[in-house]
């Protein structure tokens, strides 16, 4: 069966590489001359590089946008002041638990059907994930 197989992988005109061989006017074949490679240079990104997910650097901008008019310096509602300073306050094990959004009262209120936060309406997951990769990956604070 093997040999069946190879042969018409041969037949086909495919070599190991997969390029399809040149066959010259008596039926033997000709290996593929690819030419010289040419040297472009170095390849060069013209994008912006992403951001890395789940940074300190990316989620105190959300917190900012969505939480900080109702939980900052001016009304800390429930007591809670996320602007002075957010990793002393939401970094205790009573609000952030490093490594599980599932014990984080602030990730669990953020993601909240009944009672989300902010009250206006639940976030989108897309503004919602960098808190939670933070919270995963052990909510650094540097």
């Known amino acids: 069966m093997r040999r069946n197989v190879v042969w018409v992988w041969f037949a086909l005109g495919f070599t190991a590489s997969g390029c ?4 010259s006017s008596d039926g033997t074949d000709l290996p593929v001359d690819t030419g010289p490679v ?6 060069v990104d013209t994008e912006e590089p992403d951001r890395p997910e789940g940074t300190l650097e990316e989620v105190l901008p959300i917190i900012e946008a969505h939480c900080v008019q109702c939980h900052g310096t001016a009304v800390p509602s429930a007591g809670l002041d996320l602007e002075t300073d957010f990793c002393g306050t939401v970094v205790d094990g009573r609000l952030v638990v490093p490594g599980s959004t599932g014990e984080s009262l602030l990730y669990r209120r953020m993601t909240s059907e009944d009672a989300p936060m902010p009250p206006a309406g639940r976030l989108e997951t897309d503004t919602l994930r960098p808190i939670g990769i933070w919270i995963l990956e052990g909510a650094a604070c540097e």
């Open 20 to 23: 399809v061989d040149k066959t």
């Open 38 to 43: 040419e040297d472009t240079g170095p390849v």
